[in-house]
């Protein structure tokens, strides 16, 4: 028999540890999480059904717009940081703009 084989006694283990220590803030936090992925979901599909697929090309320019935002503000921050490195430095930079 390999060592690898199913019911093997490392898996036993890790089953028995893997009890739920979820508190109830991270369960709020799925649960509305799963609300608006929900809610997104909805909203494209009357979207798509209402416009047709040119809704799509608008999300790809609202992704592509974020991207870009995001991107610049990562390299701002990390320019910032380098220069002039802080401890909690969002709040340190945000005071300092």
């Not at 019911?7 to 369960?27: E, P, V």
């Not at 809610?39 to 090309?57: A, E, H, K, Q, W």
């Amino acid at each position: 028999m390999s060592k690898c084989s199913p019911g093997a006694s490392g898996q036993a283990a890790s089953k028995d540890s893997n009890k739920g220590d979820l508190k109830w803030w991270q369960l709020s936090l799925i649960g509305v999480g799963c609300t608006f992925g929900t809610g997104y979901f909805l909203g494209s599909t009357i979207g798509i059904g209402i416009t047709g697929p040119s809704i799509v090309f608008s999300f790809i320019l609202a992704a592509i717009g974020t991207y870009i935002v995001f991107n610049v503000l990562a390299k701002i921050l990390a320019k910032m940081t380098a220069e002039d490195p802080q401890e909690g430095s969002i709040c340190y930079y945000a005071g300092k703009a």
